[in-house]
């Protein structure tokens, strides 16, 4: 089936450590977007990617990282930079010229 | 990017048709109108895109007047399950990020 994946669903850090977020699609498509939301709040952008070896920042960057080596793989990593962590992470996916985007299930994140 | 509002909260009852507008006063040209659907604790769902005009699909109907500042998403005789957040979407198909509002929560009651 094609599809987006995350994974973990749950995933539990200790303050001050780095993690990575998986994020993998079979879509065969170019862009792929990573959003950050927080209890009864909508989504806020943290980095796209419009192709591979390329991304850019959005609207809250500062304390993750990402990278995009395989078309199909846009790994999040959440710094020990980031002041509050702990949030629910959504990774989607969208042909270049579409503005339909395919979502993940979602990772919990919680940084104790 | 063109900013949209839309209602923070909605109440329906099942079996009632449910309007939910969203205005977006500064849409550019190229710009279309996405809507999506979100439920707890999972990923936003595609629901309806729409340039002009009027837009129907199996799920719902989407409204848009002549000058696009705003935008009417449709959902006839919604049931429990559409009890969820919908958020409208203004931008380019070419555009290079998805930008999302607050949404709307939709409680619809038995």
């Known amino acids: 089936d094609g599809g987006i994946t995350q994974s973990p669903k749950y995933l539990f850090r200790k303050e001050g450590q780095n993690v990575t977020l998986s994020c993998e699609q079979n879509?065969?498509?170019?862009?792929m977007y990573w959003y950050r939301q927080d209890p009864g709040q909508g989504l806020r952008l943290i980095y796209y990617s419009q192709i591979v070896n390329d991304f850019q920042k959005g609207d809250i960057a500062e304390g993750y990282s990402v990278s995009r080596e395989k078309k199909e793989s846009f790994p999040l990593t959440v710094t020990s930079a980031q002041k509050n962590p702990t949030a629910f992470y959504l990774c989607?996916?969208?042909?270049?010229?579409?503005?339909?985007?395919?979502f993940g299930q979602g990772t919990r994140l919680t940084v104790v | 990017l063109a900013k949209t509002t839309q209602p923070i909260s909605m109440d329906s009852y099942e079996g009632q048709e449910v309007n939910i507008t969203c205005s977006h006063n500064?849409?550019?040209?190229?710009?279309?109108i996405t809507w999506y659907q979100q439920f707890p604790s999972q990923g936003p769902r595609f629901i309806i895109q729409g340039y002009k005009t009027k837009v129907t699909n199996e799920v719902a109907s989407l409204f848009i007047p002549a000058d696009r500042k705003s935008s009417t998403l449709s959902l006839p005789r919604v049931s429990l399950s559409d009890t969820a957040v919908y958020y409208c979407l203004v931008g380019d198909t070419g555009r290079r990020a998805l930008t999302f509002g607050s949404g709307t929560r939709l409680q619809v009651q038995p």
């Open positions: 989607a996916s969208s042909i270049e010229d579409n503005t339909e985007a395919f």
């Open positions: 500064n849409i550019a040209t190229n710009d279309y």
């Open positions: 879509l065969n498509h170019d862009a």
